[in-house]
């Protein structure tokens, strides 16, 4: 038994969406989990999106797999800043959570840190929701730090 990560391919897209809507679901208990799922950025089909990403020389799907089975998901894209800086965007890093012990998160960080270097970038980034210390220090774990904080204050 073994897991790896490899760029993901149009018959992924099925387990690749369930994995998604999971997790989804989980998100409006979570703070920050509702306003996450009405950001503008990752709205639309979701499909469509990843669909395009198999496709695209900006962006790539990677799956994380155990015994050939699909467990993950990660879409990373080059995001420019101007014509000599540009970074790693992870819009989506889910696995689920029957693979979160068998290295399947670090077999997909692994592939989109190298992914992300050979399109010439200069660092590579994510989001996590406060409070969710698994995936705090899952990405410190890779050397991602902090470097900008949104704060808010919701209004009744």
Request: negative net charge; aromatic residues 8%.
């Amino acid at each position: 038994m073994t897991e790896s990560a490899r760029l993901g391919m149009p018959e992924d897209l099925p387990i690749v969406l369930d994995i998604v809507e999971r997790h989804a679901a989980t998100l409006p208990d979570k703070r920050g989990g509702a306003m996450l799922l009405a950001d503008d950025e990752l709205q639309g089909p979701i499909n469509a999106r990843f669909a395009r990403s198999i496709g695209d020389d900006d962006a790539a799907l990677i799956v994380g797999v155990f015994d050939e089975v699909v467990f993950g998901v990660a879409e990373v894209r080059v995001v420019r800043f101007d014509e000599q800086r540009a970074v790693a965007r992870l819009d989506y890093f889910l696995v689920d959570p029957e693979a979160r012990e068998v290295a399947v998160g670090e077999s997909m960080m692994n592939a989109a840190v190298e992914w992300a270097q050979s399109h010439g970038c200069s660092g590579i980034e994510s989001r996590a929701l406060p409070g969710d210390r698994e995936t705090k220090n899952f990405f410190e774990s890779f050397g991602l730090k902090a470097r900008l904080l949104t704060v808010h204050r919701a209004f009744d």
